[in-house]
């Protein structure tokens, strides 16, 4: 069974469209993630307790992932930072029993990933910061894990800073 893709409005508060909408940088940032990664998709995705909600995508492939895209978490690899809150990279999703049948990765042909919890600075989890492709990759710059987790510590921040700035 596929995941269901909505788009209700009111998942993503006014304050927080206006925070993305300002945030220049998100979109530098998911180009300079896929220049990292070699991988074509990246994106940024919010967090409820059963949703994960694209905030904002670079994507060259036309993947399929829009912005206000709503898939159920649990479906998603970045469900699994609300577990173990580290950077994950899965190079091919293909050979990997654990991910492999998720419906999320045949409903997007998702071969490879790479992501990294979002945390505002007040500590809460956001979110995630992904790269996505339909080829394997390699990942083989052991730099790779920590630029990904600096450029999420950075979302988060300026996230933050904007959402509490309009209040």
Same mark, same amino acid.
């Given at each position: 069974?596929?995941?269901?893709?909505?788009?209700?409005?009111?998942?993503?508060?006014?304050?927080?469209?206006?925070? #993305?909408? +300002?945030?220049?940088?998100?979109?530098?940032?998911?180009?300079?993630?896929?220049?990292? =990664? /070699?991988?074509?998709?990246? /994106?940024?995705?919010?967090?409820?307790?059963?949703?994960? #909600?694209?905030?904002?995508?670079?994507? =060259? #492939?036309?993947?399929?992932?829009?912005?206000?895209?709503? %898939?159920?978490?649990?479906?998603?690899?970045?469900?699994?930072?609300?577990?173990?809150?580290?950077? %994950?990279?899965?190079?091919?999703?293909?050979?990997? /029993?654990?991910?492999?049948?998720?419906?999320?990765?045949?409903? *997007?042909?998702? +071969?490879? *990933?790479?992501?990294?919890?979002?945390? !505002?600075?007040?500590?809460? %989890?956001? /979110?995630?910061?992904?790269? !996505?492709?339909?080829?394997?990759?390699?990942? +083989?710059?052991?730099? !790779?894990?920590?630029?990904?987790? %600096?450029?999420?510590? !950075?979302?988060?921040?300026?996230?933050?800073?904007?959402?509490? =700035?309009?209040?």
């Amino acid at each position: 069974m596929l995941p269901s893709v909505t788009a209700p409005q009111s998942l993503l508060s006014a304050d927080e469209r206006a925070a #993305i909408a +300002e945030i220049e940088a998100t979109t530098s940032i998911l180009q300079l993630v896929t220049r990292l =990664t /070699g991988m074509r998709f990246a /994106g940024i995705a919010k967090f409820t307790d059963q949703d994960w #909600i694209v905030c904002s995508v670079h994507d =060259t #492939i036309d993947m399929g992932i829009h912005v206000d895209d709503v %898939l159920d978490l649990e479906t998603t690899l970045c469900s699994e930072f609300c577990v173990d809150p580290h950077t %994950l990279f899965v190079p091919q999703i293909s050979q990997n /029993g654990r991910f492999a049948s998720r419906p999320v990765v045949k409903q *997007y042909a998702i +071969e490879s *990933y790479a992501g990294a919890p979002i945390f !505002l600075p007040d500590g809460r %989890l956001f /979110g995630a910061l992904c790269a !996505l492709d339909s080829r394997a990759m390699l990942f +083989e710059d052991p730099n !790779l894990p920590e630029t990904l987790s %600096l450029f999420a510590r !950075l979302i988060g921040c300026i996230f933050f800073a904007n959402l509490t =700035t309009d209040r």
